[in-house]
């Protein structure tokens, strides 16, 4: 039973771009979470998905973008990259929205230069 | 963005010893959670805590779910070297998949 995957596990952009990284959660799962972590910094929460809709958003701008599809998998969207922005990215998964254990993934590594 | 305040921010001990953690809040929390968190991988959940008073054990590691809901605290007995990493606290203002609120971190050393 394959748990979070997200892809790639490192990146690197420069300032400007964009970037798009992708999560497939835990078979069963269909809700995901989306959050950031900076360097020696707790993660903080971008948003979630469920049915394909974002359910909760947290203070992100809208450069921040999602997409979930039929399957569950998820993509993380964002645009005009700032240094900042540089963060471990963080996928998790959990089955519903009742179901209040979420599962993590390995994350995504994020350099923007 | 919203954080817990987590303490201490470091800890270095040697093995054998216990080692005790906390976490805290301004605003009420209805679940606590513990995870730890491995250099290049997300965080493992330790613990899970849904009730004020609540005291839970996961081998040697015991939490306890604050009677305020404003807090709680994770123990861990006897250390062992595989017990380094980043151990997090977690709440979420209501239950369900809600948003996690996460502290920055306790990084635990342990010395053999």
């Known amino acids: 039973d394959a748990g979070v995957t997200q892809s790639p596990t490192h990146l690197i952009k420069t300032r400007g771009q964009q970037v798009t990284l992708r999560c497939s959660p835990k078979s069963g799962h269909d809700t995901v979470s989306w959050y950031q972590q900076a360097l020696g910094q707790g993660p903080q929460f971008i948003f979630q998905y469920y049915e394909e809709e974002e359910r909760q958003r947290g203070n992100f701008p809208d450069r921040f973008s999602g997409h979930q599809f039929p399957n569950y998998s998820s993509e993380l969207n964002v645009n005009a990259l700032l240094l900042g922005d540089s963060a471990l990215y963080l996928c998790?998964?959990?089955?519903?929205?009742?179901?209040?254990?979420?599962?993590f993934g390995a994350g995504t590594r994020l350099s923007v230069l | 963005g919203q954080q817990l305040n987590q303490s201490p921010q470091s800890m270095f001990i040697q093995e054998g010893e216990d080692v005790s953690m906390n976490c805290t809040s301004s605003?009420?929390?209805?679940?606590w959670l513990w995870y730890k968190q491995d250099p290049g991988e997300g965080p493992v959940l330790l613990i899970a805590l849904y009730k004020a008073g609540e005291l839970t054990s996961n081998g040697r590691l015991t939490a306890q779910f604050g009677i305020t809901r404003k807090d709680s605290f994770l123990n861990i007995s006897a250390s062992i070297p595989s017990d380094v990493g980043i151990y997090f606290c977690?709440?979420?203002?209501?239950?369900?998949?809600?948003?996690?609120?996460f502290g920055k971190g306790t990084k635990l050393t342990v010395n053999p």
């Open positions: 605003s009420i929390f209805n679940t």
């Open positions: 977690a709440g979420q203002l209501k239950g369900g998949s809600e948003k996690l609120v």
């Open positions: 998790a998964s959990s089955p519903g929205l009742a179901g209040n254990i979420q599962y």
